[in-house]
């Protein structure tokens, strides 16, 4: 049997970027997603708007795995062409980096921990300490997992969770919060005056679609039966990675829209 500490070195051996890969992987995600958008904002028929829109939003979640990469380092860290790409998508979908990277940061440090670790995850609690809470304290811990809250992502996790709240807990660190506010507020203002209708199929509809999708991703990557929660001196980090994240085996297509594997290998 192998330590954690060996595990962890001779898995550095998968770690290293192979740069032609991760051009391809980003370069038709964003054709795609480009012309995702483009084949909502023309003037074709109703019905395959809402289509484009529908995969759009799922898109939204495959760029939105190459743009976790990006920001852990791991996906062509020194391109500053990819950077301010990376800058924009965050901004757009609600994601700012200095947001992100603080809080997921703190989630792969922090991964199931009993305490601790709700910060760019969502809460656990034990039965026992579940039973000792407080009405208020379980009425927050229900609120904040169940399935509506998960499927209104786009307003609990990213609107509010990603960039309200952090702007006005320290609007200094989380400057590109606004950034993102106004982003995303310029696109709804010229959709208004130039095709109100494209309010629905460009913003709205994706939106919901990704943020929904991320969101449960998120909350079902470490939430299952077979979990390894631990506490204090009994959780590392090695441990945490192998046997508290969960793998999606999804079919082909939605493998390629909702690439769960990428997230999983990134937390070693």
């Known amino acids: 049997m192998r330590s954690e500490t060996q595990i962890l070195i001779e898995s550095k051996q998968f ?18 997603w480009i012309t995702c958008i483009a084949a909502t904002i023309l003037d074709n028929p109703w019905w395959l708007r809402l289509f484009c829109s529908c995969i759009l939003g799922l898109v939204h979640v495959r760029l939105f795995v190459i ?5 852990h380092g791991a ?11 990376m800058f924009l998508f965050g901004c757009v979908t609600l994601s700012p980096p200095s947001v992100w990277r603080r809080s997921h940061d703190h989630h792969h440090k922090n991964n199931a921990k009993l305490f601790g670790a709700s910060i760019g995850s969502y809460p656990v609690m034990t039965t026992e300490a579940y ?16 399935p509506l809250t998960i499927g209104a992502g ?13 702007l006005f807990l320290n609007p200094k660190r989380h ?14 203002v010229v959709l208004a005056l130039t095709d109100p209708m494209g309010i629905l199929y460009v913003t709205c509809i994706p939106m919901i679609i990704a943020g929904a999708s991320g969101a449960y991703l998120f909350y079902a990557q470490h939430n299952y039966p077979d979990v ?3 506490l204090g001196k009994e959780w590392n980090y090695v441990t945490a990675a192998l046997k508290s994240s969960s793998y999606i ?4 297509i939605l493998q390629w829209l909702q690439p769960i594997s990428d997230i999983i290998t990134s937390t070693i």
């Open 154 to 166: 786009y307003l609990t996790v990213f609107f509010i969770g990603m960039t309200v709240r952090p």
């Open 67 to 71: 743009y976790h990469d990006f920001q």
């Open 249 to 252: 085996k999804m079919h082909p």
């Open 175 to 188: 400057w590109d919060a606004i950034c993102s506010l106004f982003v995303h507020a310029g696109v709804i």
């Open 15 to 32: 770690a290293t970027e192979t740069p032609w890969v991760s051009w391809w992987c980003l370069l038709t995600t964003a054709v795609v």
């Open 228 to 230: 390894a929660l631990k």
């Open 75 to 85: 996906l062509l860290p020194k391109s500053r062409l990819v950077r301010r790409f």
């Open 131 to 146: 039973a000792e809470a407080s009405f208020g304290q379980r009425l927050m811990y229900n609120f904040s997992r169940h």
